[in-house]
T-cell receptor, first 116, second 111 residues
Framework: QQQVKQSPQSLIVQKGGISIINCAYENTAFDYFPWYQQFPGKGPALLIAIRPDVSEKKEGRFTISFNKSAKQFSLHIMDSQPGDSATYFCAASMVGSGAGSYQLTFGKGTKLSVIP | DTGVSQNPRHKITKRGQNVTFRCDPISEHNRLYWYRQTLGQGPEFLTYFQNEAQLEKSRLLSDRFSAERPKGSFSTLEIQRTEQGDSAMYLC?????????FGPGTRLLVL
């Protein structure tokens, strides 16, 4: 049972282009949606996160778009650079109650390659 | 370096052997997590500590796995009688709340 579905599995974008990665979730109790970036041999690092009370959040070149009714969210990387080449994971968690572990449920990842 | 550290970074063992990994979280983070990541997959939750108490365990954590966090500081994850299916990256994360900071992981290969 996969609670967070991520697509595409891999993505090739030219330098300066826009990279778009999509995720869909099933559990309506999720209320925290982060995106992580992982380079080979490293642990995941938080890029940007959103709560469901907003439809969009932007930090620099990274934007999350969130559609609560469709249970979908996406990551947009503007002006993609070769240094952005990495694996990106969407995730979801339940933090609203203030109790519990806040454990993350991850998608399967998208390998992004930005070519010069 | 004030990030999460994990040791060893790599471990090769033979099937049936026991292995132990260590995680040193960011100081004063009371929440500590262990995740397992296999090739081409996202990390999967294994277990969670709040201070020294182990409060949640995934069904992925078979009885061959045990984790401890004595005194609410560092944590260890032990795998007994390793199997080839245990080969994976074992990630530790710590958090004051919500946002999780991951370590570099320990890559385990069981021959």
């Amino acid at each position: 049972q996969q609670q967070v579905k991520q697509s595409p599995q891999s993505l090739i974008v030219q330098k300066g282009g826009i990279s778009i990665i999509n995720c869909a979730y099933e559990n309506t109790a999720f209320d925290y949606f982060p995106w992580y970036q992982q380079f080979p041999g490293k642990g995941p690092a938080l890029l940007i996160a959103i709560r469901p009370d907003v439809s969009e959040k932007k930090e620099g070149r990274f934007t999350i778009s969130f559609n609560k009714s469709a249970k979908q969210f996406s990551l947009h990387i503007m002006d993609s650079q070769p240094g952005d080449s990495a694996t990106y994971f969407c995730a979801a968690s339940m933090v609203g109650s203030g109790a519990g572990s806040y454990q993350l449920t991850f998608g399967k990842g998208t390998k992004l390659s930005v070519i010069p | 370096d004030t990030g999460v550290s994990q040791n060893p970074r790599h471990k090769i063992t033979k099937r049936g052997q026991n292995v132990t990994f260590r995680c040193d979280p960011i100081s004063e983070h009371n929440r500590l997590y262990w995740y397992r990541q296999t090739l081409g997959q996202g990390p999967e939750f294994l277990t969670y500590f709040q201070n020294e108490a182990q409060l949640e365990k995934s069904r992925l954590l078979s009885d061959r796995f045990s984790a401890e966090r004595p005194k609410g500081s560092f944590s260890t994850l032990e795998i007994q009688r390793t199997e080839q299916g245990d080969s994976a990256m074992y990630l530790c994360a710590s958090s004051p709340w919500g946002r999780e900071y991951f370590g570099p992981g320990t890559r385990l290969l069981v021959l």
